[in-house]
């Protein structure tokens, strides 16, 4: 199981940016995928989850409104789409399945909101 994450970058307070994930070794439309970003000093938090067809999506209160997820099961791939961003969404971002198996996690894209 991986998941190559990417997308990142330096974006000033307001702008927009879209995170890829690219999955492979699972049945990616088997699973619900999710979001998780950990800043400097915190611990990882949830951001946003999706269900196995789309159907169903899960924000977290502080990005409601200003992210939105979404996925493409016939080219394994996971997005986030953020826009009025936050200097407090600086953190790396992480994607991942929603399983009790124990994945390791990808190396992450570094979001960094600043002026």
């Known amino acids: 199981v991986q998941f190559v994450e990417s997308g990142g970058g330096l974006v000033q307070p307001g702008g927009s940016l879209r995170l890829s994930c690219a999955a492979s070794?699972?049945?990616?439309?088997?699973?619900?995928m999710s979001w998780y970003r950990q800043a400097p000093g915190k611990e990882r938090e949830f951001v946003a989850r999706?269900?196995?067809?789309?159907?169903?999506?899960t924000y977290a209160n502080s990005v409601k409104g200003r992210f939105t997820i979404s996925r493409d099961n016939a080219k394994n791939m996971l997005f986030l789409q953020m826009n009025s961003l936050k200097p407090e969404d600086t953190a790396v971002y992480y994607c991942?399945?929603?399983?009790?198996?124990?994945?390791?996690w990808g190396q992450g894209t570094q979001v960094t909101v600043s002026s």
């Open positions: 991942t399945r929603e399983t009790t198996a124990s994945d390791s």
């Open positions: 070794g699972f049945t990616f439309s088997m699973y619900d």
């Open positions: 999706i269900s196995n067809f789309g159907g169903g999506t």
